[in-house]
T-cell receptor, first 116, second 112 residues
């Protein structure tokens, strides 16, 4: 149980294009989903927290117009990197939490984004 | 000073060795202490968690928390090549959003 999937697992795009990454909780309903960014040999950096049906809460320094997050249902959240540039190349990981008041998060397998 | 400090390694050990992975932290409000394992190009998976101080054992894995020293450890007994991965510590306060703060991870290599 508690499986989280991400799609695509890897994407290569040209500079200036937009890329959408999907995060799905397969066997549970996720009231809260998180989006992280991870650089090589660096810690997971929380980008934003999204609750189903409401606007995402972005961490300081994360551009909300650059990284659009939609959490339209209890099993799906999407991250759209708009007008991607090479510096946006990274490993993006989502996680999902079953209910509020619980700390445990279940992580997706991640999406490797490369912007040429 | 970062809230959570973790040596990135790599830590290379022979198969069968006892492995000790550690993190230090500065925020005394942290109450939940977690260890995640992350294989290359995969998302992290929760190995163990501890609430407040003390030890917790699960098979070959033992987690220890020393709140007085703000120091946590993960011990792996009889290490196997399949344990080769990056191990991230994470911690969060009790209540509120429970959003954890992660260490940068320690890369562990267990060679046959």
């Amino acid at each position: 149980g508690a499986v989280v999937s991400q799609h695509p697992s890897r994407v290569i795009c040209k500079s200036g294009t937009s890329v959408k990454i999907e995060c799905r909780s397969l066997d549970f309903q996720a009231t809260t989903m998180f989006w992280y960014r991870q650089f090589p040999k660096k810690s997971l950096m929380l980008m934003a927290t999204s609750n189903e049906g409401s606007k995402a809460t972005y961490e300081q320094g994360v551009e909300k117009d650059k990284f659009l997050i939609n959490h339209a249902s209890l099993t799906l959240s999407t991250l759209t990197v708009t007008s991607a540039h090479p510096e946006d190349s990274s490993f993006y990981i989502c996680s999902a939490r079953v209910t509020s008041g619980k700390f445990e998060q279940f992580f997706g397998p991640g999406t490797r984004l490369t912007v040429l | 000073q970062k809230e959570v400090e973790q040596d990135p390694g790599p830590l290379s050990v022979p198969e069968g060795a006892i492995v000790s992975l550690n993190c230090t932290y500065s925020n005394s409000a942290f109450q939940y202490f977690m260890w995640y394992r992350q294989y290359s190009r995969k998302g992290p998976e929760l190995l163990m968690y501890t609430y407040s101080s003390g030890n917790k054992e699960d098979g070959r894995f033992t987690a220890q928390v020393d709140k007085s020293s703000k120091y946590i450890s993960l011990f792996i007994r009889d290490s196997q090549p399949s344990d080769s991965a990056t191990y991230l510590c994470a911690m969060s306060p009790f209540g509120g959003s429970y959003i954890p703060t992660f260490g940068r991870g320690t890369s562990l290599i267990v060679h046959p």
